[in-house]
């Protein structure tokens, strides 16, 4: 009974938004949604032929993808000499690109598992491309740091393989930390994702026509039936696997900041890294969300699963994690005044007054100045300035870690060794190219495995939850 | 002793050198003839039969001759291609290089060579008038590195960066390899045929039209030969060529005493120094012992020692006047002023001073007369205890005026001794043109010129090129081709002294024999065989030649006895010359001084330097030395024009920018580069660069200024300057020097430098000794966990004394050379991606007019606490019993983490495989007991391991335990000043440990706790309170 009387968290009592009211929301789903409607709306971007624009966008990021094989063979075959990395500056561009990497994905754990947790049902119709944004952003970044060692071909000395020369890793440096860290993401990630999705593609089986698409399914569904033991199961298995992935959303990025953090580089040896880390990875992960979702529902048409009321949550997100990210920015600051090192001063006298202070104000100005716009309700609601805030905060959180990296290595103790780092030609095509491989994958997505969770909108349609009249005024229809 | 007993050396077969023609080693055309089937794998076979066909072989030599391989970085097609195809047809070759090279496998295997352990040799480097003796390490008869000679006066046990770097001239793959008429090979024979009947009409006609031009040298067989030459040819002519010489010291003496000496400095002796424009401890004549004696007067170990005052009068910064504890900047042309008013000065402090009272005529105005007066009176009350020095490029008149005021304080003969010169040919430039001239009048038909290269070198007012083509033959003989050979209608290819017999006399008179390490490379002959050929027309072998001259040199004891003694300590004991009593000669002086009127110039001057990388232009296509910094403008790879901010701000020129400089018609472009403590309204300028045809290293290096000055002086006045616009690219090592443009930077390591460089006065050390603890605040380091304790065994560590360290790149170029440190170019040195294991910081403190400079050697600290090895994910850099930061290079994988985390950033990272392409023959100078890194590896100072290594072996086969001095670091040995302490810091007797116990040891970086092993000594400056503003 408690659980009847309990409200449930669904914003479908109101039927539209009235302006002017703050608080209420605009409905989960929209266009008198059935059950049937969802499945012929989401399996018929899959089942039919992708719009023009498809193969435009596929077409641009399979060029960038070949742009990327091309560079790293030649990088492989040079040597990271081809990159402007020098003597003081040891990681360039490769490491920014890893670490930006690394916080967009965590957005989509945080939709999926976090949300998952709290009950927030409006995660349900992003939650799929957001895992799936994880993944492959999660792919992306692995790729950085495996290219960016001078001898990609002894990569394997970074795992604990057991070998005749008993040489084990260093298990005191952070790097090693990091690949425990982002390999174990990386596969609670995939795991997490391809769960949610077999009730999906049990649906796909059943509704292919062709027997190779029956058989692929088919193979992917695991033989799920639609069982009430099935479902038992899914939803515990997806609870634990949730559970699991809760806890990954602040230690990956945890850890990504310790490679900076243990050093004692002024301006990388600070405690505040973590959290400051996380509070980053989460406010660019939204953000690459948010282009993507605009993105997606624009091509496929899905405004009405994708709602206004979704990008407006996100765009609160984005400004609280933006205001978290702004209050490191000061507190690093704070800090380095407050310890009275003398180095640590100059550090961050440099980073916003030195020789990187275009970059440092380019941060600034797109992680902490831009998301102030989200204070207003019209400005969240309009899908034109969210689209392009969230590329500001794209572009900001890059240079965020491009600041923090290479600016503290630019300019560290012995001021001998200070120099100025320049990408070169190779370092640009790599971050291009690795666009490339994302925007790739999540086209092939898209195009091949439903891009939204059909199992889980079923869930927070109206139908799915229903009740006497008595408890509620407003009848589903 | 290192130096082993070589009676077996003259027998080694693999040296004979009675058939030079032959005795061409180690080519690719040798390695491809021998029939590789006998070792060659067999599933090779096809091609190894195709590899034996003589298309297969010319393809392959022409595809790839020892010359073409460029640089890295530049990646071409051709390049790509090549290197495929070279890598498939030599796979089945390599296994058959080793049976043939010549010097590997012994028939007859010499005594005393056991492979694998290097051996040492006594030989001395000529070097003008100068020679250095010096100690080489071969490894199988393999000259690799060159170290001084602990008994040789000339170097005392040091090197410097010239002599460490000669080794890889020997090994230059641009070196003439043959003899060439009209620029076709031929052979020495033909040379021989050629000059046989020219040699009988000679002798017919006395030597009319005949001349010889050499470079100058101090030699007993060069001097004996020339002699005969001139003897036997009566109308020939013989002059020494040197582009820049000690020409004006020699002879401001002969103005001052009427004759020719050869000044011999005692810094050691000298309580206050004054040098008048003399770099003395880096780029004058005898460095080494200038600097070892001067380092002597220096060095404190207590507060209650004392040190010399060094005061430094200067138009632009040199090393010398970075150690100076004052420093007068004015312009190179008020400098002559500067010594008259110094004259007039002492004068009035009741000095007798010899000069006419002319020079009291001498305008002196703008000359700081505070300075001159405190100055004078610090001489005065230092009478015999002073010394007073002039540089090279300053005029004979200047040297004259000096030798008269260490005459009035009473310093000759106490500080600087006067020795008479032997076998010696001096340059002259009097005698150079008036060879041009006759050369300009038809007057000379053959001309010879030996190891010089006037037409690259020449000044604009003695029209050498044109010249020379007047003469029907000219003959040039010399170690490389070059732009003279070029124009010559004989080249005749000459050998490093590492190849030939040959003697030098040092500046104390001191003889040595010069012996041979190796046969000679390509088919050269020694200057002295040269001589002997132009004498007699007829070949001696210069083994013959010099033991024919030291018959009358050795003659107390048994003539074999005794030469294989000297060969054996590289001099001949007892042989320096005693100091000449010497006295102003009054109607000489009065005759050469008395219308000296240096004038005043208006307007921008030049000033001409020799160049701390290729000297004279002679070592530009050395990698070593061009890749080197100047230690004070820290640009490699170019020569600029050095300025002072002030000036160039006048001039409307940028740094970088590319500036036109013009007078008399020539021009020359030369980047500007603005240097703190530079004189106004002047420029400095380098020589030695811009080589048009002298090897892949130096050609289209910087700008040949050659032409801008005039061969009297190294000034040039009223220079007209006219900024182009344009800004050039400059491989500079140091980007901040602690002043300049960004003022937050400036200021910065304005703020640092007293934590980084802990400097202090004499005045100030005494009142607080432990000046040193008070700079930085270092709480007390609490350990989260037991820490290691490193207190048994072997603990190395090392000391740096920043007071007496000059900052001379020696320890640098040494560090290169035994450690097989690569050279990378130019482009990435600008992109900061130098490799030298040991490098040397300048900064700049103080008034950005007047600044104070000092450096610091900076290597691996071997840090207790080692930021790299925590954060190696993959245990590549770890920490060894005995204290050392050990570098894995199998192990790495190259995330460059380490040197990310490093706080002196003395890690170096090979971006690409700079080894790759080296040529073979340059390969050959590499050290057998120092891994050749790969790329994407991260290498760094090893406190030279290898030696601590075979330290270890000697002495356990010895059955002891190591003691000081066992061990001795690179950068150490060849340290002219000892600022270098390598050693066992467990050992309390050590010296190392002492120096570790002083008051001014300070760990750099200390407070964040890295513990590092390697400490400094704090800089100490000797100031005279009363020049204190």
């Known amino acids: 009974m408690n659980i009847l009387n309990k409200k449930p968290i669904r914003s479908s009592d109101t039927a539209s938004v009235s302006p002017g009211s703050m608080y209420e929301e605009v409905p989960l789903i929209t266009g008198n949604q059935t059950f049937s409607s969802v499945t012929e709306k989401i399996c018929s971007i899959v089942e039919n032929d992708p719009p023009k624009m498809w193969y435009v966008l596929f077409g641009i990021s399979l060029s960038l993808l070949l742009m990327l094989v091309g560079s790293v063979g030649y990088l492989i075959w040079e040597g990271t000499g081809i990159w402007g990395l020098n003597n003081p500056v040891g990681w360039g561009w490769a490491i920014v690109n890893f670490v930006f990497w690394v916080g967009i994905g965590h957005a989509g754990t945080l939709i999926s598992a976090v949300l998952y947790l709290f009950r927030q049902k409006w995660r349900t119709s992003i939650n799929r491309f957001a895992e799936a944004m994880t993944i492959f952003a999660v792919i992306c970044a692995l790729l950085f740091p495996t290219i960016h060692v001078g001898r990609i071909w002894v990569l394997y000395w970074f795992f604990p393989i057991p070998n005749q020369m008993e040489m084990w890793p260093n298990f005191r440096s952070p790097l090693l930390w990091d690949v425990f860290a982002v390999s174990i993401y990386f596969t609670v990630s995939l795991l997490f994702w391809y769960v949610g999705l077999v009730p999906d593609l049990a649906t796909l089986r059943d509704r292919a026509k062709t027997k190779a698409r029956r058989v692929l399914f088919g193979i992917l569904s695991l033989g799920w039936r639609g069982g009430n033991r099935h479902w038992r199961h899914y939803e515990l298995g997806y609870l634990i696997l949730a559970g699991l992935s809760t806890p990954l959303v602040l230690s990956v990025h945890s850890v990504v900041s310790t490679d900076f953090a243990t050093s004692i580089i002024p301006g990388w040896h600070t405690t505040i890294f973590p959290p400051y880390f996380v509070a980053g990875a989460i406010f660019s992960g939204f953000a690459m969300v948010m282009t993507l979702a605009i993105i997606a529902r624009k091509a496929f048409g899905m405004e009405d699963f994708i709602t206004i009321g979704h990008l407006e949550k996100m765009a609160k997100i984005i400004m609280v994690t933006g205001l978290m990210v702004g209050y490191a920015y000061s507190m690093e600051f704070f800090i380095a005044w407050y310890s009275g090192n003398e180095y640590e001063k100059f550090t961050f006298i440099n980073r916003a007054f030195g020789n990187y202070a275009w970059g440092y104000w380019i941060m600034v100005s797109c992680n902490v100045l831009i998301p102030q716009f989200f204070w207003s309700r019209k400005m969240r609601t309009n899908v034109t300035v969210l689209f392009i805030l969230s590329i500001f905060v794209n572009i900001g959180m890059w240079f965020e870690r491009f600041v923090i990296i290479v600016s503290s290595l630019s300019r560290d103790y012995i001021p001998s060794s200070w120099d100025y780092y320049s990408p070169t030609i190779w370092d640009i095509s790599v971050f291009l190219g690795s666009f490339g491989l994302f925007f790739t994958l999540f086209l092939l997505f898209i195009r091949f495995l439903p891009m939204i969770s059909m199992t889980e909108v079923k869930g927070v349609l109206p139908q799915a939850d229903p009740h006497h009249d008595m408890y509620h005024n407003s009848g589903d229809k | ?1029």
């Open chain 2, 1 to 1029: 002793m290192r130096i082993e007993k070589n009676d077996s050396f003259i027998d080694a077969e693999i040296l004979d050198n009675s058939n030079g023609e032959n005795s061409k080693m180690n080519t690719s055309a040798d390695r491809l003839t021998i029939p590789a089937k006998s070792n060659g794998k067999d599933y090779w076979r096809s091609l190894d039969e195709l590899s034996n066909t003589d298309k297969f072989q010319s393809f392959v030599e022409n595809e790839f001759p020892e010359g073409t391989i460029d640089m890295p970085s530049q990646v071409s097609r051709k390049k790509f291609l090549g290197l495929m195809g070279a890598s498939l047809a030599l796979a089945g070759l390599t296994a058959c290089r080793r049976p043939i090279e010549k010097i590997l496998p012994y028939i007859k295997a010499p005594e005393e060579i056991i492979p694998g352990i290097p051996k040492y040799y006594a030989s001395a480097m000529p070097f003008g008038l100068n020679s250095y003796g010096i100690v080489v390490e071969t490894h199988e008869g393999r000259p690799t590195k060159i170290e001084g000679n602990k008994g040789h006066s000339s170097s005392m046990g040091r090197a410097n960066s010239f002599v460490q770097s000669s080794v890889l001239n020997l090994y230059d793959p641009d070196r003439s390899q043959a003899p060439k008429h009209l620029g076709r090979e031929v052979t020495w024979k033909a040379f021989q045929t050629f000059w046989k009947p020219e040699h009988e009409q000679f002798l017919e006609n006395d030597g009319e039209g005949l001349a010889v031009l050499s470079e100058s040298f101090a030699s007993p067989t060069l001097n004996r030969l020339r002699n005969s030459f001139l003897e036997k040819f009566p109308k020939a002519t013989w002059a020494a060529y040197e582009p820049v010489s000690d020409e004006n010291i020699y002879r401001g003496l002969e103005i001052a005493t009427g004759q020719v000496y050869q000044p011999i400095n005692h810094f050691d002796k000298a309580d206050v120094i004054l040098s008048i424009d003399s770099d003395f401890l880096y780029l004058e004549s005898s460095d080494i012992v200038s600097s070892r004696r001067f380092a002597d007067g220096r060095r404190v170990t207590t507060e209650n020692d004392s040190m010399n005052r060094l005061y430094c009068v200067e138009n632009s910064f040199s090393v010398t006047g970075g150690m100076a504890d004052h420093r007068l900047i004015i312009p190179y042309n008020r400098i002559a002023a500067f010594t008259a008013a110094l004259i007039t000065e002492l004068r009035k402090s009741g000095i007798s001073i010899s000069t006419p009272d002319a020079i009291d005529q001498i305008d002196v105005s703008g000359i700081d007369t505070k300075w001159v007066r405190i100055l004078s009176n610090d001489l005065v009350f230092n009478k015999g205890k002073s010394l007073v020095i002039a540089g090279y490029r300053q005029s004979a008149e200047v040297h004259a005026m000096v030798y008269a005021i260490n005459d009035g304080l009473q310093n000759n003969g106490k500080t600087i001794y006067y020795h008479q010169p032997e076998d010696r040919l001096y340059p002259r430039k009097s005698e150079f043109k008036s060879l041009v001239k006759n050369l300009e009048s038809g007057k000379i038909n053959t001309l010879i010129l030996s190891d010089i290269n006037p037409v690259y070198s020449n000044s604009a007012d003695t029209d050498f090129t044109s010249a020379m083509k007047m003469a029907k033959n000219v003959i040039h003989y010399g170690v490389s081709e070059n732009e003279t050979s070029a124009l010559c209608n004989w080249h005749l290819p000459g050998i490093h002294y590492l190849e030939t017999w040959g003697d030098v006399r040092s500046f104390d008179n001191t003889l040595s024999v010069i012996q041979p390490m190796i046969a000679p490379l390509f088919k050269g002959k020694s200057q002295a065989e040269l001589f002997n050929t132009l004498l007699t027309a007829e070949f001696i072998s210069d083994y013959d030649l010099v033991r024919e001259t030291w018959k009358s040199l050795l003659v107390s004891q048994g003539f074999d006895k005794q030469w294989q003694q000297v060969l054996h300590d590289g001099y001949l004991a007892g042989s320096d010359s005693h100091p000449e009593e010497t006295s102003i000669n009054k109607r000489s002086i009065t005759a050469g001084l008395n219308n000296f009127n240096p004038g005043t110039t208006k307007g921008i001057e030049v000033v001409f330097a020799k160049s701390s990388a290729t000297f004279d232009g002679r070592f530009a296509n050395n990698g070593w030395l061009m890749e080197n910094p100047d230690p004070v403008t820290k640009v490699s790879w170019d020569n600029v024009a050095s300025i002072s901010e002030k000036t160039a701000t006048k001039l409307g020129l940028k740094n970088k920018e590319l500036a036109e400089f013009s007078i008399n018609g020539q021009k020359a472009t030369v980047p500007i580069w603005i240097m703190p403590g530079h004189a106004h309204n002047s420029i400095t300028m380098t020589l030695g660069y811009g080589r048009t045809s002298g090897g892949r290293i130096s050609n289209n290096v910087g700008v040949n200024v050659n032409r801008l000055k005039t061969s009297d002086s190294y000034l040039s006045s009223d220079v007209s300057v006219t900024g182009t616009g344009r800004s050039f690219l400059i491989a500079c090592t140091q980007d901040h020097h602690g002043m300049g443009s960004e003022k937050l930077v400036a200021d910065q390591i304005q703020k640092r430098l007293p934590m980084i460089v802990r400097e202090s006065t004499l005045d100030e050390y005494r009142s607080n000794p432990d000046f040193v603890n008070d700079v930085v605040e270092q709480p007390e380091l609490s350990s989260l966990w037991k820490e290691k304790e490193y207190t048994e065994g072997y603990q190395w560590g090392m000391s740096i004394d920043l007071n007496v360290c000059t900052g001379c790149n020696a320890c640098s170029i040494a560090c290169q050379s035994e450690n097989n440190i690569p050279v990378v170019g130019k482009d990435q040195v600008e992109k900061g991606r130098e490799m030298s294991w040991i490098r040397l910081d300048r900064y700049f403190s103080g008034d950005v007019e007047n600044p104070e400079m000092v450096f610091q050697p900076i290597a691996c600290q071997h840090c207790e606490m080692a930021p790299c090895e925590q954060v190696c994910p993959v245990t590549a850099t770890v920490h060894d019993d005995e204290g050392l930061n050990a570098m894995v290079y199998n192990r790495c994988a190259g995330t460059r983490y380490c040197a990310n985390n490093c706080p002196y950033k003395v890690r170096r990272y090979n971006f690409y495989n700079f080894t790759s392409e080296l040529p073979e023959i340059v390969q050959m100078s590499q050290n057998p007991n120092v891994t050749v890194r790969f790329r994407g590896v991260m290498e760094k100072c090893s406190f030279c391991l290898q030696r601590i290594n075979q330290a270890k072996i000697t002495t356990k086969n010895e059955n002891r335990t190591i003691v000081d001095g066992d061990v001795v670091a690179a950068c150490q040995q060849t340290c002219p000043t000892d600022a270098i302490v390598f050693g066992n810091i467990n050992d309390p007797d050590s010296k190392v440990s002492k120096m570790k116990k002083q008051n001014r040891d300070y760990s750099l970086l200390g407070e964040i706790n890295t513990r590092p092993r390697t400490t400094f000594l704090a800089k100490l400056r000797n100031q005279n309170s009363k020049l204190d503003s």
